[in-house]
């Protein structure tokens, strides 16, 4: 080895892995958001820990993926994206409301975990709120049973609903989720994930819509 090309060969080595590592903190996996709002329909998202993910507001550049499977409630006029991008690794909530003529309609969290690669992903176990007083409860259906099963495992005593979405093979499917009242007879908040299946059981949700129904 010609020890007089050492030096040279040590700062393009070290070169590749900085290179190497500014890729790998690239953030690999966003959310994508689409919310149908009106002149008195205002969505709000927020990160609770700002220093996990950001929430950025984004141009509507194309569809999604997969049309709206749920009828949005009549005044929707527009449709308002947001990205949501990993920061540093750890585990937070997403808090999601809309107000209707300044009354609040629906709120709720998601939680959002973000690894080391500063992947954003929402968990396949998860709860979303319900409150047995008012009789009100999310239900979840997937589009494929040949894809992925939807789950509500357990409901507490205030009515929460914790969900468990599985990969059965791999594929693209979408997982409807909605807000009614008991007995399903009113539905107030509808919310569809976009996800990729793996036959490995793992299930990632790549975009979310939000539509208001009541």
Partial sequence: MNLKRLPALLLVLCLLCGAAYAESGDPQHSLQLYLESGENIVWTVTAADEQLLSVTETELAEA???????????????????????????STVLTVTCERNGE????????????????????????????????RFWYGEGSDDELL???????????????TMSGIANGSASVDFVD????????????????????RGTVSVDEIWLVLMQ
């Fill in 64 to 90: 999604p993926a997969d049309e709206e499977s749920i009828e949005p409630v009549t005044g929707v006029t527009a449709v308002d994206c947001l990205r949501v991008d990993g920061l540093a690794a750890g």
């Fill in 180 to 199: 009614v009242s008991e007995y399903g007879t009113t539905a107030y908040t509808g919310m569809t994930f976009e996800v990729t299946t793996s036959y």
């Fill in 149 to 163: 099963t939807v789950t509500c495992e357990a409901m507490d005593d205030a009515g929460d609903c914790a969900f």
């Fill in 104 to 135: 609040t309609v629906t709120a709720f969290t998601l939680p959002v975990t973000v690894d080391e690669a500063l992947n954003a992903e929402i968990p396949a176990a998860f709860s979303l709120p319900g409150d047995l007083t008012t009789g």
